[in-house]
């Protein structure tokens, strides 16, 4: 999980990568929502976050250098990868109680899927 800022969004996103796997991003907003409003404007535009990686995979990403922290750690460690992003305008306490909520939901999610 990669924690971030956004200065400009009107509410908690994240950008979620999965390969084949149950997707958490409705889950982790849920527990987030409890403490600032979900952007759903931004969601719309996380869902092409996948298919960043899908063509991301085929260009040779080594000339360009221009991936995100989540879209490369998607495209060379791991199986799932999640960006969250908390607005810059709400209460500081506020966006740290709803990344904990995030990452607490994400840990709960990983742990009940364990075999």
């Known amino acids: 999980m990669c924690l971030h800022e956004d200065y400009d969004a009107r509410g908690v996103y994240l950008y979620e990568a999965c390969n084949r796997l149950p997707r958490f991003c409705r889950e982790l907003l849920v527990g987030a929502a409890n403490y600032i409003r979900i952007d759903k404007c931004r969601m719309l535009e996380a869902r092409g976050f996948d ?9 040779n990403f080594t000339k360009f250098r221009i991936l995100t922290e989540g879209m490369y750690l998607a495209l ?3 199986e799932r990868t999640i960006t969250t992003e908390t607005p810059s305008e709400y209460d500081l306490g506020k966006r ?3 990344q904990i909520a995030m990452v607490q939901r994400a840990v709960e999610l990983s742990m009940s899927r364990c075999p």
């Open 96 to 98: 740290i109680q709803a």
């Open 51 to 59: 298919v960043l990686r899908i063509i991301a995979r085929r260009i």
């Open 76 to 78: 060379h460690h791991s």
